[in-house]
């Protein structure tokens, strides 16, 4: 099955820094899921959005469902070292769910 | 305290066995989910059950077996026909088969061919 194309796959930035990442994908979706992953660990959720034009934030996290449908991105402001992780998206249309490669994030104190 | 276990954590098997998974939720959830992770990869779906008694293949399902003879439990069978192995592996289940439903995921099972 298709995955989603997720972007970049990895960053390394200082303590402070803002970091944005994306999913694109052909297909449409009615449900886009961000999670983190720590090492060795399962996926923890973030933030989920359900509707097209959706803005939703958690915390320092801030992420958007695209208009058409077919992308989101995920915003993580003012980075701290515990930010650390592989950040997955997933799209979701009725059962079918497909997931990026994932983000591998890097904060440098 | 609610959530979804997975055991063991870590699983050593020799080429030519089989070797079940074990993943267990106490969250009333209808669907469950096995998934394999790869390195550099997405999640890919192995199998799938949205009620007790019934589930479904996903992508990858050769050479995996399941059951869901309880709503709670949903065991994965990694069986010597699965030609490489060797991977990570996630449990998850969601409370319905809706799409406004989010997946939660199990802590994961490693396992290691020998």
């Known amino acids: 099955g298709q995955q989603l194309n997720q972007s970049p796959q990895s960053m390394f930035i200082q303590e402070g820094e803002d970091v944005s990442m994306n999913c694109t994908s052909s297909s449409i979706f009615n449900t886009w899921l961000w999670y983190k992953q720590d090492p060795g660990e399962g996926p923890v959720l973030l933030i989920a959005l359900y509707k097209a034009g959706e803005l939703t934030s958690n915390g320092r996290l801030t992420a958007q469902f695209g208009i058409t449908r077919k992308d989101s991105f995920l915003n993580i402001s003012a980075s701290i070292p515990s930010d650390v992780g592989i950040y997955f998206c997933a799209g979701q249309w009725n059962n079918d769910m497909r997931f990026g490669a994932g983000t591998r994030l890097t904060v440098k104190p | 305290d609610g959530g979804i276990t997975q055991s063991p954590k870590y699983l050593f098997r020799k080429e030519g066995q089989n070797v079940t998974l074990s993943c267990e939720q106490n969250?009333?959830?209808?669907?469950m989910y096995w998934y394999r992770q790869d390195p550099g990869q997405g999640l890919r779906l192995i199998y799938y059950s949205q009620i007790v008694n019934d589930f479904q293949k996903g992508d990858i399902a050769e050479g995996y077996s399941v059951s869901r003879e309880k709503k709670e439990s949903f065991p994965l069978t990694v069986t010597s026909a699965q030609k490489n192995p060797t991977a990570f592996y996630l449990c998850?289940?969601?409370?319905?088969?809706?799409?406004?439903?989010?997946?939660?995921f199990g802590p994961g099972t490693r396992l290691t061919v020998l």
């Open positions: 969250l009333n959830h209808d669907a």
């Open positions: 998850a289940s969601k409370v319905g088969t809706g799409p406004a439903n989010e997946q939660f």
